[in-house]
């Protein structure tokens, strides 16, 4: 019987597998950032151990740093500090950083496509759940705790379970207006918060196969929402495509033997998965959450469940998150007043979000009383952006575009949704207090979210494209 | 943090909601320390203070009807953020088990590495221990890792509970991963030399 591409990667990688012990598994490359690291290299220093393999780890910051002024002190002292111990950290250790003012420095999962580092076949871990995002390359990639940050630094190895296989396969093509965020958060709004929970997902059918590299990062970036360990998609010339001449890809006879090993890897014909479902890509609209958890999400013009679809047990959760966003059962969100517009995080701060966001504003003006943040991925992003004029129609949009981070995603940097408000998100999660304290998230596509920057309230971005 | 576990008979602090993500466990904000000590007091920060810092008195780590060192939640609990800080701010509140009818995996994990036990028991049973606690805050459970058992003390209702071998061995002898995986060295070096795609 033939294997999946997963199970073609993970035996590559297996150190050693002895019965009763989870598999002692190889890690290709480690990303670190600044908020999962410290407790790490200290517990390095209290056994008296160097990292071991140096040149496999590269840090960046991303999760504390400002989105403006990038080129002055970080305000917050215990920010900065934790910035300031990564920047320490790594030199003592020898680990590569791209800090604060480096031309490569930008949210983790980002950077490490846009440099060429995420390549097909590797392994790849970081302190971070959404490392589920390089999964597009055909890796395997996912988030890991702090201990198993320090067993990477260690050994280059991690111990790992090998989870069950899971193909979702999204067949047909998507409707004007529907794009990758649009697919992931439909299918988590089918499957629940932990419908995968326990599986590595494969991606696959005319849907996937037919998105760009950066949709396809928006899609396994958010394989953990469903609770999946990781996510991944076979490599295929649009992969190898976007690879090609980036600053650590392979370059001479090495491209050509790694090119030759990536068009192995992909999920042989007989090959069993555990689990396979099966959407049709043109049941998919414009999609947005109305609750806080990422699985509590309606196409555009539906309406929230009623407490009488429910079960029983599932209504004080249910009529919790509500309350929370102050929301009814049963009522839709068209027209629903937007105070904030985000677009930004690893799900979609890349140059083709941003370039999809310019083409749908330009000539258009934001409406008065929304603030609008559009935070680029990373430098490189923020470059290219300005070398386009994208910044250019943004400004005369009305909008403002950052410097890179993870910004408003998470609530503990200085972009913080004050509490009450609504925010119309790119991001990947609407749990409570997500974005700051009380503040209400509404998860969508880059799309639907400039159509509320421009209207002011929760739209359907199908009628103006 | 004790670092092994064996046998536990408690009282146990019921939160009977769904999905509880690591956002709410340890809030972004409150991820800023560089040591694994003190998180305890930003536990459920959110749901447990005011914006004034001021205690919700109709939050459960508020109630002093309810205490001990075991925590049960409703199904899919720790989803969300890989941070471990969630599961270091259970253990230095002071909570050695995690009951739920289901956990996300990065938290499981993360659990397992600082010594918190996560048993995962049916809906049913979940059910049945909430109501023990509703009709008794003082009612006690009992864990006993070696026999891989869970009891409403009270009822005499038992449940056994998986976990794998080799997280039971570290949690009884308190070993971790870290001192496994050193003494794989020679077997690590030697996957390395054997591989062409070394990337």
Redesign the interface.
């Given at each position: 019987m033939g294997k999946t591409l997963f199970d073609k990667i993970w035996d590559s990688h297996v150190?050693?597998s002895k019965p009763?012990?989870?598999d002692?598994v190889?890690i290709?490359?480690h990303f670190i950032h600044e908020?999962?690291s410290?407790?790490a290299f200290?517990?390095l220093r209290k056994?008296g151990?160097p990292v071991?393999r140096t040149a496999k780890t590269r840090a960046t910051a991303d999760?504390?740093v400002p989105t403006i002024d990038q080129h002055l002190p970080i305000k917050e002292a215990?920010?900065r500090?934790?910035v300031e111990?990564l920047t320490t950290n790594t030199k003592e250790f020898g680990v590569e950083l791209y800090g604060l003012g480096h031309p490569y420095q930008g949210i983790v999962h980002v950077i490490g496509p846009e440099l060429g580092i995420t390549?097909p076949?590797?392994t790849i871990v970081c302190?971070?759940?959404h490392t589920s995002t390089h999964g597009a390359f055909g890796a395997i990639a996912f988030?890991?705790?702090?201990?198993?940050v320090?067993?990477v630094l260690?050994?280059?190895?991690?111990?790992q379970?090998r989870?069950k296989r899971m193909k979702i396969e999204v067949n047909g093509k998507l409707k004007k207006g529907v794009v990758s965020k649009d697919i992931i958060l439909y299918i988590i709004s089918k499957i629940s918060?932990?419908g995968a929970?326990?599986y590595f997902v494969e991606y696959a059918g005319e849907a996937i196969r037919s998105l760009s590299m950066e949709a396809r990062m928006t899609i396994c970036n958010m394989s953990?929402e469903m609770?999946a360990?990781g996510g991944l998609i076979a490599p295929d010339e649009t992969t190898f495509e976007y690879i090609k001449g980036r600053e650590f890809a392979?370059k001479g006879a090495d491209w050509d033997?790694?090119l030759a090993?990536w068009k192995t890897l992909y999920t042989d014909a007989d090959a069993a998965f555990d689990v396979t479902l099966t959407f049709d890509a043109a049941d998919i609209e414009p999609m947005i959450t109305y609750g806080t958890?990422p699985?509590m999400g309606i196409g555009v013009t539906q309406h929230i469940p009623t407490l009488e679809s429910l079960e029983d047990?599932?209504k004080?959760?249910f009529k919790?998150s509500l309350d929370y966003m102050g929301l009814e059962p049963g009522s839709g969100l068209l027209g629903k007043k937007v105070d904030y517009v985000f677009i930004g995080s690893c799900t979609n701060s890349r140059i083709e979000d941003l370039r999809m966001v310019a083409d749908f504003v330009k000539g258009k003006k934001k409406a008065d009383d929304v603030v609008v943040w559009i935070v680029p991925g990373s430098k490189q992003v923020e470059a290219q952006a300005k070398k386009e004029g994208i910044d250019k129609i943004f400004e005369e949009a009305g909008f403002n575009l950052r410097q890179p981070g993870c910004s408003a995603c998470?609530?503990?940097n200085e972009d913080k949704v004050p509490?009450g408000m609504y925010c119309i998100s790119t991001s990947n999660?609407n749990?409570?207090?997500?974005q700051g304290?009380?503040a209400r998230t509404f998860l969508a596509s880059p799309l639907s979210a400039a159509a509320a920057a421009i209207t002011g309230k929760v739209t359907d971005v199908r009628e103006l494209v | 943090m004790s670092k092994n576990f064996q046998h536990l008979v408690s009282t146990a602090v019921p939160i009977a909601i769904e999905n509880i993500d690591t956002d709410q466990i340890i809030p972004a904000r409150f991820l800023k320390a560089t040591t694994r000590e003190g998180f305890g007091e930003n536990l459920f920060r959110d749901w447990r203070f005011e914006s004034n810092d001021a205690p919700k008195k109709d939050f459960v780590l508020n109630n002093p009807i309810y205490k001990g060192e075991i925590l049960v939640a409703g199904k899919n609990f720790g989803c969300g953020s890989s941070r471990e800080h969630a599961a270091w701010a259970i253990a230095d509140y002071g909570f050695k088990v995690v009951i739920s009818s289901f956990f996300a995996d990065i938290f499981k994990n993360n659990a397992l590495n600082n010594f918190i036990l996560p048993i995962q028991v049916t809906d049913e049973f979940l059910d049945k221990i909430f109501s023990a606690i509703e009709k008794d805050p003082a009612a006690k459970l009992e864990v006993d890792l070696d026999k891989q058992s869970l009891k409403i003390v009270a009822t005499g209702e038992e449940t056994s509970f998986d976990i794998n071998p080799y997280k039971k061995t570290c949690l009884t002898n308190g070993y971790d991963d870290i001192d496994y995986l050193l003494s794989l060295r020679k077997e690590i070096e030697a996957y390395e030399a054997s591989r062409e795609f070394n990337f």
């Open positions: 150190v050693v009763g012990f989870p002692a190889y290709n490359t908020v999962t410290p407790q200290d517990g056994r151990i071991f999760h504390n215990l920010s500090k934790q111990m390549l076949g590797m302190g971070d759940s988030g890991i705790g702090t201990s198993e320090e067993q260690a050994t280059q190895c991690i111990l379970y989870p918060a932990s929970t326990g953990i609770g360990r392979p033997k790694s090993y958890n699985g047990k599932e004080p959760s919790k998470l609530g503990m509490a999660r749990f409570e207090g997500r304290p009380n | -």
